[in-house]
């Protein structure tokens, strides 16, 4: 499928694993009226001019430069070693935080809109502490460690960095464990609750204070040894997760004789992208049948660490004392229950099984005229929709190649930000330690009076042993720095953290498809929410909150690249100089239209089978049957005795009772689209009511209530489904 994002916020300083990872599938967009006021570029918009990817100064790194790791804002290690010494003293810091407010609770209270904590200090001096800067302290610098060992792991070359950035990310890891069913703590937010100035505290601190005590309060009922049974529940949990997530991406291997009178015995691995070029391509039926069957027949063991993973969260719910592990997960989510996920998607299924009735009854009519029989089966499913975009004359996405280099790509997100925000990027030079892989860019993010605004790296190229996925990779926060000297007030956000964010990606070449730039812009639009965002807490901000509301920015970002005002402005055609003609863009548009009921009805029935999975009962045992039981009321196509597709879904490691949130970024940003961008979208004040009203609050505010005010009403599903059918 298409997204995931491993975030395990789980409690109260649980660190964000904040990696998006991304599988593309077909998805639909609007077309647009070419009546529409035209847009002028030409003088009114900085033109920067990014250096051809390929040719970067970073291309070729000497071997020394990568024994050092780091990023903006974190120190460089020059060792693997040093991983132990840096979550050591994170801990430590953490930890005398902890002791300082914990022993000093009666010393605590509310005065001048702030909990402080008055305390004398070595020398006799009285001194009144912030305390919720305090408590967001502990979690930036536990986090800081943590985000980073899973940064390394996803992106070093050298496996003794790798293995010692992970060894300290579970250092942290383990400590915030304990942290958040520490009962001294949770008494600790009970006082600043209970205190009469409360209603005094800023929003922020209110919505800080009301997380954490939520969060760690799921423990506060246990006795001892079931607080220790929830930790080690946890820790298992975590485990279990990253095992299914690495069986899930390692396909089985088949004889390469899936070609008409092939004979080769050689094996080799049926990744998903060579599964999906067979399934795609080949016109011999066997051949397809046989890669669909050689991949997912295969995988008992995968199956047998799902069911292991959610029998932990299914634990973990009833120690708690939820229902089911999806209620524990959604209380803090836009859809908050899982009576209205499933309401939300009773209320889709309709629409679009109507619609995928309609195309699969085209896809067989089409099938008809190849083979004897016209029962469409899995394995034929993406080869006929082929077929039929190419009689329909939808251009293939390779023709775009020659338009969407990444240098243009670039170029187009400046074009966005400085149209909508004001702000321009800059490619910036590379620090040896920030050179963890060859063909690295560093992209600075700036206003021209008001400074720094973040740092986006760019990683983007595939290489031998890099994993095959898209995903954006949160290193720092923009929230304020309360251990910085840094006077207000000279510019905007000079007391907060300067951002900093990954885009890792695996395109093959520097000159990309529609659907590998779609890719880009959609991994761009998080990485921009992380680098606006500014507000007070780091526990609060970009892209720590509920995944169904940190995927409506990615998402809505989309949009800009399938609109023929916006696309000719940057997609030049590399020796020509030529735009992108209109009526590409509009054959790509169609393309995604042309499918779109298949595609949501499957984001539909992934949906219900992820809900399932996290019920009020064990799936030990039962995954096969509640898969291919939901797949007769929410499909078309039929499925396939004997298969394991469940071994191969790794969005169950990272979408626990939350892969609905694609479709709901989908309406929320179909909303946001036709109310604010569809008439000007490159408006400078859609933009800014955009960035002030939804994207610089992060976590902040409680989503729901946010995107409310936002756009001054409630949900609508109509302006998704207008999209869509």
Same mark, same amino acid.
């Given at each position: 499928?298409?997204?995931?994002?491993?975030?395990?916020?789980?409690?109260?300083?649980?660190?964000?694993?904040?990696?998006?990872?991304?599988?593309?599938?077909?998805?639909?967009?609007?077309?647009?009226?070419?009546?529409?006021?035209?847009?002028?570029?030409?003088?009114?918009?900085?033109?920067?001019?990014?250096?051809?990817?390929?040719?970067?100064?970073?291309?070729?790194?000497?071997?020394?430069?990568?024994?050092?790791?780091?990023?903006?804002?974190?120190?460089?290690?020059?060792?693997?070693?040093?991983?132990?010494?840096?979550?050591?003293?994170?801990?430590?810091?953490?930890?005398?935080?902890?002791?300082?407010?914990?022993?000093?609770?009666?010393?605590?209270?509310?005065?001048?809109?702030?909990?402080?904590?008055?305390?004398?200090?070595?020398?006799?001096?009285?001194?009144?502490?912030?305390?919720?800067?305090?408590?967001?302290?502990?979690?930036?610098?536990?986090?800081?460690?943590?985000?980073?060992?899973?940064?390394?792991?996803?992106?070093?070359?050298?496996?003794?960095?790798?293995?010692?950035?992970?060894?300290?990310?579970?250092?942290?890891?383990?400590?915030?464990?304990?942290?958040?069913?520490?009962?001294?703590?949770?008494?600790? +937010? %009970?006082?600043?609750?209970?205190?009469?100035?409360?209603? &005094? #505290?800023? $929003?922020?601190?209110?919505?800080?204070?009301?997380? =954490?005590?939520?969060?760690?309060?799921?423990?506060?009922?246990?006795?001892?040894?079931?607080?220790?049974?929830?930790?080690?529940?946890?820790?298992?949990?975590?485990?279990?997760?990253?095992?299914?997530?690495?069986?899930?991406?390692?396909?089985?291997?088949?004889?390469?004789?899936?070609?008409?009178?092939?004979?080769?015995?050689?094996?080799?691995?049926?990744?998903?992208?060579?599964?999906?070029?067979?399934?795609?391509?080949?016109?011999?039926?066997?051949?397809?049948?046989?890669?669909?069957?050689?991949?997912?027949?295969?995988?008992?063991?995968?199956?047998?660490?799902?069911?292991?993973?959610?029998?932990?969260?299914?634990?973990?719910?009833?120690?708690?004392? +939820? %229902?089911?592990?999806?209620?524990?997960?959604?209380?803090? &989510? #836009?859809? $908050?229950?899982?009576?209205?996920?499933?309401?939300? =998607?009773?209320?889709?299924?309709?629409?679009?099984?109507?619609?995928?009735?309609?195309?699969?009854?085209?896809?067989?009519?089409?099938?008809?005229?190849?083979?004897?029989?016209?029962?469409?089966?899995?394995?034929?499913?993406?080869?006929?929709?082929?077929?039929?975009?190419?009689?329909?004359?939808?251009?293939?996405?390779?023709?775009?190649?020659?338009?969407?280099?990444?240098?243009?790509?670039?170029?187009?997100?400046?074009?966005?930000?400085?149209?909508?925000?004001?702000?321009?990027?800059?490619?910036?030079?590379?620090?040896?330690?920030?050179?963890?892989?060859?063909?690295?860019?560093?992209?600075?993010?700036?206003?021209?009076?008001?400074?720094?605004?973040?740092?986006?790296?760019?990683?983007?190229?595939?290489?031998?042993?890099?994993?095959?996925?898209?995903?954006?990779?949160?290193?720092?926060?923009?929230?304020?720095?309360?251990?910085?000297?840094?006077?207000?007030?000279?510019?905007?956000?000079?007391?907060?953290?300067?951002?900093?964010?990954?885009?890792?990606?695996?395109?093959?070449?520097?000159?990309?498809?529609?659907?590998?730039?779609?890719?880009?812009?959609?991994?761009?639009?998080?990485?921009?929410?992380?680098?606006?965002?500014?507000?007070?807490?780091?526990?609060?901000?970009?892209?720590?909150?509920?995944?169904?509301?940190?995927?409506?920015?990615?998402?809505?970002?989309?949009?800009?690249?399938?609109?023929?005002?916006?696309?000719?402005?940057?997609?030049?055609?590399?020796?020509?100089?030529?735009?992108?003609?209109?009526?590409?863009?509009?054959?790509?548009?169609?393309?995604?239209?042309?499918?779109?009921?298949?595609?949501?009805?499957?984001?539909?029935?992934?949906?219900?089978?992820?809900?399932?999975?996290?019920?009020?009962?064990?799936?030990?045992?039962?995954?096969?049957?509640?898969?291919?039981?939901?797949?007769?009321?929410?499909?078309?196509?039929?499925?396939?005795?004997?298969?394991?597709?469940?071994?191969?879904f790794m969005h169950f490691s990272t979408y626990a009772a939350t892969f609905y949130s694609y479709l709901y970024s989908k309406i929320y940003a179909a909303h946001i689209w036709k109310k604010h961008f569809e008439y000007s979208p490159l408006s400078r004040e859609a933009g800014e009511r955009y960035r002030r009203g939804f994207l610089q609050h992060g976590y902040a505010i409680d989503p729901k209530e946010l995107l409310d005010t936002y756009l001054g009403e409630g949900i609508n599903i109509r302006y998704f489904l207008d999209d869509q059918i």
């Open positions: 499928m298409k997204r995931g994002v491993l975030i395990k916020k789980g409690g109260l300083l649980l660190w964000n694993k904040s990696i998006h990872t991304h599988h593309r599938n077909n998805t639909t967009r609007l077309v647009f009226d070419h009546n529409t006021p035209a847009l002028s570029l030409c003088s009114s918009h900085p033109r920067l001019f990014f250096r051809d990817y390929s040719t970067s100064s970073s291309q070729h790194i000497k071997q020394d430069e990568k024994s050092v790791f780091g990023f903006e804002g974190f120190e460089p290690l020059t060792n693997p070693n040093d991983w132990k010494e840096v979550s050591k003293k994170a801990v430590f810091k953490a930890r005398n935080i902890v002791n300082t407010l914990t022993r000093n609770v009666e010393n605590i209270s509310i005065a001048n809109s702030s909990v402080v904590l008055k305390v004398v200090d070595k020398d006799n001096h009285n001194l009144e502490l912030d305390v919720l800067a305090l408590i967001d302290l502990i979690s930036s610098c536990l986090c800081e460690v943590g985000d980073a060992g899973v940064f390394c792991k996803n992106v070093h070359s050298k496996q003794e960095w790798i293995e010692s950035g992970m060894k300290a990310s579970n250092t942290v890891n383990q400590f915030m464990y304990s942290l958040n069913t520490y009962k001294p703590l949770y008494q600790l +937010f %009970e006082k600043i609750i209970a205190d009469p100035n409360y209603h &005094t #505290l800023p $929003k922020e601190s209110q919505h800080l204070v009301q997380e =954490l005590t939520r969060d760690i309060g799921v423990a506060m009922h246990m006795s001892d040894q079931q607080r220790k049974l929830y930790e080690s529940l946890k820790m298992e949990e975590n485990s279990l997760s990253e095992i299914y997530m690495q069986q899930s991406t390692n396909p089985p291997a088949v004889m390469e004789n899936l070609e008409k009178g092939k004979k080769s015995k050689k094996m080799v691995p049926l990744t998903l992208s060579m599964t999906n070029l067979v399934l795609q391509t080949n016109e011999d039926p066997t051949a397809r049948e046989k890669a669909y069957k050689s991949r997912f027949m295969e995988g008992q063991e995968t199956v047998e660490t799902l069911e292991s993973l959610l029998e932990a969260r299914y634990q973990i719910a009833k120690i708690t004392g +939820f %229902e089911s592990y999806a209620d524990l997960v959604l209380r803090s &989510t #836009l859809a $908050k229950t899982t009576s209205n996920v499933n309401s939300l =998607l009773n209320q889709l299924a309709p629409h679009f099984m109507r619609k995928a009735q309609q195309e699969t009854a085209l896809l067989a009519s089409e099938k008809k005229k190849h083979e004897p029989e016209d029962v469409l089966f899995p394995w034929d499913e993406q080869f006929y929709i082929e077929k039929v975009r190419q009689s329909s004359h939808i251009i293939k996405g390779e023709v775009v190649k020659d338009y969407f280099s990444i240098s243009n790509c670039l170029e187009g997100v400046n074009i966005l930000v400085n149209s909508l925000y004001g702000l321009e990027t800059k490619e910036v030079p590379l620090e040896t330690n920030e050179r963890w892989a060859d063909n690295m860019k560093k992209i600075k993010v700036f206003h021209p009076t008001e400074g720094v605004y973040g740092y986006i790296y760019l990683d983007l190229l595939e290489r031998r042993g890099k994993s095959n996925m898209f995903a954006t990779l949160m290193l720092r926060y923009g929230s304020r720095n309360f251990e910085s000297s840094s006077p207000s007030g000279c510019l905007p956000f000079s007391s907060h953290h300067i951002p900093a964010v990954a885009l890792y990606c695996s395109f093959p070449s520097t000159q990309l498809t529609f659907d590998e730039a779609e890719i880009f812009f959609h991994e761009m639009g998080h990485a921009l929410h992380c680098i606006l965002c500014r507000n007070e807490y780091q526990f609060l901000s970009g892209n720590r909150g509920p995944l169904d509301h940190v995927e409506i920015p990615s998402t809505l970002f989309e949009r800009f690249i399938s609109d023929p005002r916006i696309t000719p402005l940057f997609a030049k055609h590399r020796t020509s100089g030529k735009s992108l003609p209109v009526e590409l863009i509009d054959s790509f548009t169609k393309k995604k239209r042309m499918f779109s009921g298949l595609t949501n009805l499957g984001l539909v029935f992934y949906s219900f089978v992820d809900q399932e999975y996290h019920s009020n009962q064990s799936m030990l045992g039962k995954t096969s049957k509640v898969w291919f039981d939901l797949q007769k009321k929410y499909s078309t196509i039929p499925s396939v005795e004997g298969t394991l597709p469940q071994a191969y």
